[in-house]
C-alpha cells in the first residue's frame, strides 16, 4: 500500500487540503482539470454561489464519467466482437490451410499419375514399333 501524502492546493481560490496516495503530478492535474472547469460555467457571467459553482461543476464532471463510462463499454464490447471475429477467422484460415495440403497432395499425386501414364504411353507406342 502506498503511503499517504498530504498537500494543499487552491480549488476555487480556496485553500484545501488533501491526503492521498497519487503523485503530486497526478493531483496538480486533477486540480487543474477542476478549477478550469469552475472558470469554465461561471464563464457566462452568471452569478451563482460558490456551493452552486460547485454542484453544477460536480454534475458537468459526473456527467463527462458516465459518458466516459458508457464509452468504454462501447469499446469493451467492440474489442470482444473483434477478438471473437478474429478468431473465427483463425480457424477459417487453418481450415483454408489444411484444404490446401490436401490440394497440393492430390496435385503431387496427379502428376505422378500423368508421368506414369506418359511413361506406359511411351513404352506402348515402342513395342508397336
Known amino acids: 500500500m502506498s503511503e499517504k501524502t498530504k498537500v494543499t492546493v487552491q480549488i476555487n481560490g480556496r485553500d484545501v487540503t488533501l491526503v492521498h496516495d497519487e503523485s503530486d503530478d497526478y493531483i496538480q492535474r486533477i486540480v487543474l482539470y477542476l478549477n478550469n472547469k469552475i472558470q469554465a460555467l461561471t464563464k457566462g457571467g452568471v452569478k451563482m454561489n460558490e456551493a452552486a459553482e460547485l454542484a453544477l461543476t460536480s454534475i458537468t464532471i459526473t456527467d463527462e464519467l458516465f459518458k466516459a463510462q458508457k464509452n468504454y463499454v462501447a ?4 474489442v470482444k466482437r473483434l477478438m471473437d471475429e478474429y478468431e473465427e477467422l483463425k480457424r477459417t484460415n ?22 506414369k501414364k506418359d511413361v506406359q504411353l511411351s513404352n506402348a507406342n515402342k513395342n508397336r514399333t
Open 75 to 78: 469499446v469493451k464490447n467492440e
Open 94 to 115: 487453418s481450415l483454408l490451410n489444411e484444404q490446401i495440403e490436401q490440394l497440393l497432395s492430390k496435385v503431387d499425386q496427379l502428376e505422378k499419375d500423368i508421368l
